[in-house]
């Protein structure tokens, strides 16, 4: 394992636009001159299932699949969904959780119960973890399916990537008719990470 | 300059690069956005087939015709496709002809993981794997050309993995290629006995001719590292590898049929203990056991679930993968499930209420089988249900035709549900069939088909009638409910199961996610919420349960406004916003 890759592990539910949140990192990566590599989920899984892209970059990448305890990032979009990848975080990792809590079949049958308090459970066993709800933040700038913009735009900077970079690579990407609502929604995501995150991560 | 591609998309840039003017396809999970993507490139003619088999046919003809051919499909749809596959390698092409099977190990989205690198042995085709997405345009690329050049079908061997792993790809250009010329030749494409004896010289001639071929073909190669270890690889696989192993001699194979027996000999007498890394059958183990090469491979690794680095870096370095963050709580699972809205679900309500035994098939529906709806008895493979239905009937005698359904979706209906319910008619079933007609291929990602009335390239075009064709087949009941109508369905289906003969009964409402017409907002009184939890069994993740209030409350994030919950609530409780 090449210990100049990056690698950020994006989890949540099916239907939660984790698949643009993967292309939009991976296509600011490119444009600083990195190689690139992206593992997608296409398929059944995408009904409403636990579903995981991948991004990483370096000079030279080989898998497009991280490793347990390799990821140095994981963007959660769903609070169960960061319990569940968490073992994939490197030690030393950023744990970014969206605060968002989608119940599974299990859960809703009440068959078992959604876990308490499990964002205030990894933060305990994770040094390095940011909590926040992407959603309401999302929702308040126009939309709540923007959410994953804005973690994008969290994530984005955490990982020092400029925001011209981002924000050109969110306009190459997301249809024509949202682009304003998503480039605020990265805005918001990128000012969320204020200077004591960021001490924070970089520590 | 290098872009952003999922190996798909390379695929179809590789074969628009090589010229392709046609290329066919029936929808299926990982293979989809090859032809969907080719497509959109001017000059070329593409098509969603109604199955797999009619895809390869049309492939067929378009190369003798004089075209380089692509055809696309998952590895179960070669299935499908290999009647006429198996005689392809006889007749050899005209243009070059490129099929490609997605395989998928691991199963993110199959019904089973088998290897079709097996087919390149038993069809005696040229098989080739490409490792990511700059291979696999480079690969389709040259796929055409060495279809030409020795006159047989290529089967370009991918991987879920690999069709939807994104790398950076530097396109090349278009090369220009005028349609070859069309010669009648019977002794060639006519495999009457007289004429397929003969060709089975040439294919073996020809198989003869790749065996040298692959020895000095450009797309194998060896990188030499520390010798104490060897591996043999293809496909996704090399990646994993070089990332756990950088440091061994590889010999990574482009070609993995036939397989080059020098080359792998010379490779094999260099390294001192030998390994062959690959997904997932012992293709090129037991090839290379056969020619008395000690080689390691499935005694250590897996032919079961897809491969990773941390599995390789466990089994072939003894090094245990991190445990990572532990949070030591049990994580419920999530399955994935039917949309809010979808109108499957209604269906597979009333089909567990009245406690049928559901014959299944392939799509969306097939989660029908998950709890809580837990209303499927089997699924088999595209278009089976309505034969396991009548099977079922014939083992068991008519009392059970009453109590047993087959559902089937428009789209696998037309892939192959037609020919199963000619043998209820012809052969006197009772079977009741359900097509849950909601317009589109959903599961793969809304690819029309011929009842829809649309092509791939969106153009408007003569449209199946489902109803007027199961009348045709000779089905005299033949009705249309609304999935969604509780009543309207458990009346058809008691007046269908106990009418004798075979009915058909069309449930008839647009997927949820393609669906525009306006709903209306829901939510629930919980005055009038008794607890009751039936708007919970229903699955649906728009309706949640209170656990301390003991009442359903409705998602409005989620909530689509289909309204099925309404229907079985029996104390009124779901009501609509803005109306009373």
Known sequence: ?203 | MKTLMIGNMAIARGAYEAGVTVATAYPGTPSTEIVENISRFEGVYAEWSPNEKVALEVAFGASLGGARTLVAMKHVGVNVAADPLYTLSYTGVNGGLVLVSADDPGMHSSQNEQDNRGYGKFAKLLVIEPSDSQEALDFTRESFNLSEQYDTPVMLRVTTRLCHSQCLVQPGEKIDRPLKEYKKNEAKYVMLPGFARLRHLEVEKRMAALREYVEESPLNRIEWGDRDKGIITSGIAYQYVKEVMPEVSILKLGTVNPLPEKLIRSFAAEVKKLYVVEELEPVIEEQLKAWGIEVTGKSILPRTGEYSPELLEELLLGVPAPSGYQLGESIPGRPPLLCPGCPHRGVFYVLKRKRLTVAGDIGCYTLGALKPLGAMDSTLCMGASIGTALGMEKARGTESARKTVAVIGDSTFVHSGITPLIDAVYNQGNTTVMILDNGTTAMTGHQDHPATGRTITEEETSQLDLEALVRAIGVKRVRKVDPLRIGELEEALDEELSHNGPSVILACRPCALIDKSPKPSLYIDEDKCKGCKICIKLGCTGVYWLQEERKARINPDLCVGCGLCIEVCKFDAVLERGAN
């Open chain 1, 1 to 203: 394992m090449a210990a100049d890759t990056t690698n950020i592990l994006i989890v949540g539910v099916g239907g939660q636009g984790t698949l643009l949140a993967s292309r939009v990192l991976a296509q600011a990566a490119v444009d600083q001159g990195h190689d690139v590599k992206v593992s997608e989920i296409h398929g059944m899984a995408q009904r409403g299932g636990s579903v995981v892209s991948q991004v990483r970059y370096g000079p030279k990448v080989f898998s497009p699949i991280i490793k347990r305890g390799d990821a140095d990032v994981i963007m959660a979009f769903e609070k169960l969904e960061a319990a569940r990848y968490l073992p994939f975080l490197r030690k030393g990792g950023l744990m970014v959780i969206n605060t968002d809590r989608i119940d599974p079949l299990p859960v809703m049958s009440g068959e078992v119960s959604y876990p308490e308090r499990l964002e205030e459970k990894i933060a305990q066993v994770v040094p390095k973890t940011i909590k926040l709800d992407a959603t309401g933040i999302a929702a308040g700038c126009g939309t709540s399916r923007a959410a994953n913009i804005v973690l994008v735009g969290l994530v984005g900077r955490a990982l020092g990537m400029p925001l011209d970079s981002l924000e050109e690579s969110v306009r190459a990407l997301v249809p024509e008719k949202v682009v304003a609502i998503n480039i605020k929604a990265l805005n918001a995501g990128w000012n969320y990470m204020d200077d004591a995150l960021i001490s924070m991560v970089r520590d």
